[in-house]
């Protein structure tokens, strides 16, 4: 634990001025990444963010398909939002839903050729521009500390969730 931690801070409930400017230069960077990630993945590939998130989380399951359910929770989603979205991609054609042979009532999402084609097809545009508007912000040392920002927020808000 590090002195910037609230059990260190002898029981202080609200962030510091300082904490406060931190925060918010961190929500407003991220918000400004985000929106010039999607925008360069939409102009690049015709998808969106959350298009790229289904695909990619396909791609990489077994079989190119997955559980409703196991994909909502995969990308961080409620299944409701997913269900929404996943109607708009079968309509494009880049995926498909099917009953699922093993669990009543469930349904499995499959990656479609034309999705596969297009994940394929936003990728090296979509690194690239991670690379230019994330990782050559930073020095290598910056990233790595990103990384253990990430990590370490990500446990914490886990843990939070199981409470």
Same mark, same amino acid.
């Given at each position: 634990?590090? /002195?910037?931690?609230? #059990?260190r801070? +002898? @029981?202080?409930?609200?962030?510091?001025?300082?904490?406060?400017?931190?925060?918010?230069?961190?929500?407003?960077?991220?918000?400004?990444?985000?929106s010039?990630l999607?925008?360069?993945?939409?102009?690049?590939?015709?998808?969106?963010? @959350?298009?790229?998130?289904?695909?990619? =989380?396909?791609?990489? #399951?077994? @079989?190119?398909?997955?559980?409703?359910?196991?994909l909502?929770?995969?990308?961080?989603?409620?299944?409701?939002?997913?269900?929404?979205?996943?109607g708009?991609?079968?309509?494009?054609?880049?995926?498909?839903?099917? /009953?699922?042979?093993?669990?009543?009532? +469930? $349904?499995?999402?499959?990656?479609?050729? =034309? +999705? %596969?084609?297009?994940?394929? +097809? $936003?990728?090296?545009p979509?690194?690239? #521009?991670?690379?230019?508007?994330?990782v050559?912000?930073?020095?290598?040392?910056?990233?790595?500390? %990103?990384?253990?920002?990430?990590?370490?927020?990500?446990?914490?808000?886990?843990?939070?969730?199981?409470?």
């Amino acid at each position: 634990m590090t /002195e910037a931690t609230p #059990a260190r801070r +002898g @029981g202080r409930q609200l962030p510091t001025s300082d904490e406060l400017r931190i925060w918010r230069d961190f929500i407003e960077t991220t918000a400004v990444l985000s929106s010039r990630l999607e925008s360069r993945l939409q102009n690049d590939s015709s998808l969106s963010t @959350g298009d790229y998130a289904v695909l990619l =989380a396909l791609s990489e #399951a077994e @079989g190119q398909a997955m559980r409703s359910s196991a994909l909502a929770a995969h990308i961080g989603w409620e299944r409701s939002r997913l269900s929404h979205h996943l109607g708009r991609m079968e309509r494009r054609g880049l995926i498909r839903r099917q /009953e699922c042979a093993t669990v009543p009532r +469930g $349904a499995e999402v499959l990656l479609t050729t =034309a +999705g %596969a084609e297009a994940f394929r +097809g $936003a990728t090296f545009p979509h690194l690239r #521009a991670i690379r230019e508007l994330f990782v050559d912000a930073l020095t290598p040392d910056q990233v790595l500390v %990103a990384g253990e920002i990430a990590a370490a927020l990500r446990v914490h808000l886990d843990a939070l969730r199981e409470k």
